[in-house]
């Protein structure tokens, strides 16, 4: 599988955001040009948990818009475990509706947070590498 590119500061910007959030879950949407991800859209977690996450369809239907007011392409979403490796849950397998998205988890166990990658499809999480490009 190919590697997912992340701008440095998409990546910084996620990260910032996923602390500034604990000790809830933070989430959002990754978009970008040319399969690297340009720019991050912090969103609210619907859940306000520390354990899970959601996002309103309605932040959903107006970031996709505005992704493509902008011209680029619907890439990633991420969320943050706070307290847990940067591994799917079960759960987060189960809710995975976007087969052609890249799903970044940041744990916030560890400093500096670490992330983990993954594509899943049809209920299965395949770890992909990820890549952080100036
Ligand atoms: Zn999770």
Request: hydrophobic share 35%; with cysteine.
């Amino acid at each position: 599988m190919f590697p997912f590119m992340i701008k440095c500061d998409a990546y910084q910007q996620m990260v910032t955001y996923c602390q500034s959030q604990i000790p809830f879950e933070a989430c959002g949407i990754l978009s970008g040009i040319n399969q690297v991800v340009t720019t991050t859209w912090c969103l609210p977690n619907a859940e306000r948990s520390p354990y899970r996450y959601s996002i309103a369809l309605p932040f959903i239907n107006q970031t996709f818009s505005s992704i493509k007011q902008k011209g680029e392409q619907f890439l990633g979403i991420f969320h943050s475990h706070p307290t847990a490796p940067p591994d799917p849950s079960p759960e987060d397998i189960r809710n995975a509706n976007y087969p052609e998205a890249t799903y970044v988890i940041v744990s916030l166990l560890t400093y500096p947070p670490q992330t983990g990658c993954f594509q899943i499809l049809h209920h299965q999480s395949f770890k992909k590498q990820l890549v952080v490009v100036p």
